[in-house]
C-alpha cells in the first residue's frame, strides 16, 4: 500500500504529548502515512499572524487534503481569530461529525447505553463571526443561514445514516423564535427528510431536546444541528457518555477534511505526561477510514476497546474498583500499541469497511426569487429615553415613498403604544414601509436617510424590507 499524505500539527498545551501518542499508535498499527508538519497555534499567533496559520501551511493543507489537528491555545484579548473556525470555512469543511458513545460498565455514566452521532453545520450560523459594537450599550452578532448551507449539511446527515446503518434522524432548531433562520433549517430538513423513506425523522426545539439529550440520549441515533447548537450539545453529549476526553471528531467537506479531539489544549496539564490521547486517536481512526485504510482503524480501534475494557486507564477516568491501572499519556499509547490485533469481548467491535465509503453532496439548483424592496428598517444611535419622543421626531423624517410604521428597542415594539414598563437601551429600529406596499427604489432610501441625516439623527445601519415572490423577507417586532 503506497503511504497516504497528509498534514499534522501538534498544537499547544497537552497536544504534542496526545499527537505523538497517537502517531505512534497508528504507525505501530500498519497506518501508511507520508507524514508532513506544519506549525500553529499560539506561537504563529504570536508572531503577528492573526490567523494562527502561516501561508506556507496553508499549502501543505491543500496539497495534502488531510488535516490531523491537535489542540491549540488561542491567546487571550480581541484582535485573534479562532483557528478551528478559520480552516473549516476556509477549506469548505461543512460537516462536523461528532460519535458521542458510552462505554459501560468501564467509564462510569449515568447512561450506558447511549450511542449518538451529532452532525453539526460547521460554516456559518453565528460562527460567521459577523460582530459590530453600534452604540456605547449594544453590540451586534450576525446570524447568517443559507439553503445551500443547510442542504449540504441535511444532506450529509441522510447520507451518513444510511452509508452507516443508522435509522433515525433527528433535527434540532429554535425555529418557535427564529423563525426564518432556524426556520430555514428546519423546512429544508423536512424536505430532504421525505426523500428518504427508510429513515425515521423527527424534529425538536433545541431547548427540550436537549433537555432530553441529557436526560434519556437512548432515545436518538443522529441529531443534525446549525452550528452553534451542534458545538455546545456535542460537548455535552460527549461528557455525559463519561468524559469528553473520549470523543473524536471529523470535518468533511468536499475536497479536504480535518481529524482532531474535541477537547481543547488544557495548557494546565501541559508537559505532565497526563493527557488522555483517546479523543485525537478516534480522530485519527475516523481519518484511516476516511482515507482508505478501514482496516488499520478497526484494528486501532478494537485495540482501544480492550485497553479500556482491560481497566488501563488515564486519570481523567480512572475509577476505584473499575480501573485497574492508573497510567499516562506515553503508557496508555504502549498499552494500545500492546493489544493491536486483540478485539474487546465485552464492548461491541468495531468493523470499518476495507475501503472508504465518502459522501458526496450535491446541491439542487434553485430558481431565484423575484424581490421587490417596499421598506426599511433604519437603526439609530439615540440617548433619549422617552420613546415617544423619538417617534415624534423621527416620523417628522417621512418621505412621500416612506413612512414610519413602528419604532422596536431589542426587538420590542416601543412606538407607537409602547408600554412604560419597557426597558430600553441607546439602540432604536425605526422601520419605514411605502403605505401603498408598493416597490421602492434605492433612490427612495437616500432620501429617507438624507432627511434623518439633516434632522442629526446618527443612522448607523439599514436593513431594506423585501417581499419575495410577495411573501415578507422580514418579521414584525415583537408586540406590532
Known sequence: MSKTPITVAYGDGIGPEIMQATLDILIAAGAQLAI??????????????????????????????????????????????????TTRKTLGLYSNVRPCVSYHPYVKSKHPVMDVVIIRENEEDLYAGIEHRQTSEVYQCL????????????????????????KKVTCFTKDNIMKMTDGLFHQVFDEIGAEYPTIEKEHWIVDIGAAKLADTPEIFDMIVMPNLYGDILSDVAAQITGSVGLAGSANIGD??????????????????NLANPSGLLLGGVMMLNHIGQGNI????????????????????????????????????????????????????????????????????????????????????????SSANELGDKVRLCSTDKLKLVVISNRGVKVYPDGMPETFCTDHW???????????????????LLSKVNEAGFDFIKTENLCLFEGKKGYTLAQGQ
Open 143 to 166: 446570524k447568517i443561514i443559507s439553503r445551500p448551507g443547510c442542504e449540504k449539511i441535511v444532506r450529509y446527515a441522510f447520507e451518513y445514516a444510511i452509508a452507516n446503518n443508522r
Open 36 to 85: 508532513e508538519e506544519i506549525e500553529i497555534g499560539e506561537k504563529v499567533y504570536l508572531k503577528g499572524v492573526s490567523t494562527g496559520i502561516a501561508d506556507s501551511a496553508w499549502e501543505s493543507l491543500r496539497r495534502t487534503k488531510v488535516f490531523l489537528k491537535a489542540p491549540i491555545t488561542t491567546p487571550q484579548g480581541s484582535g485573534y481569530k479562532s483557528l478551528n473556525v
Open 297 to 384: 482503524a478497526s484494528k486501532v480501534h478494537n485495540a482501544w476497546l480492550k485497553t479500556m475494557e482491560d481497566g488501563v486507564h488515564t486519570y481523567d477516568v480512572f475509577a476505584e474498583g473499575v480501573s485497574t491501572q492508573k497510567v499516562g499519556t506515553k503508557e496508555f499509547a504502549q498499552a494500545v500499541i500492546a493489544r493491536l490485533g486483540q478485539k474487546p469481548t465485552t464492548l461491541k467491535t468495531i468493523d470499518y469497511p476495507a475501503e472508504s465509503k465518502r459522501i458526496k453532496v450535491e446541491i439542487k439548483s434553485r430558481p431565484r426569487y423575484h424581490k421587490d424592496t417596499i421598506g426599511v428598517d433604519v437603526f439609530l444611535n439615540w440617548d433619549g
Open 429 to 447: 429600529r425605526c422601520r419605514f414601509e411605502n403605505p401603498d406596499s408598493k416597490p421602492i427604489m434605492h433612490t427612495d432610501i437616500i432620501e
Open 255 to 272: 475536497h479536504c477534511a480535518m481529524f482532531e479531539a474535541i477537547h481543547g489544549s488544557a495548557p494546565r496539564r501541559a508537559g505532565q
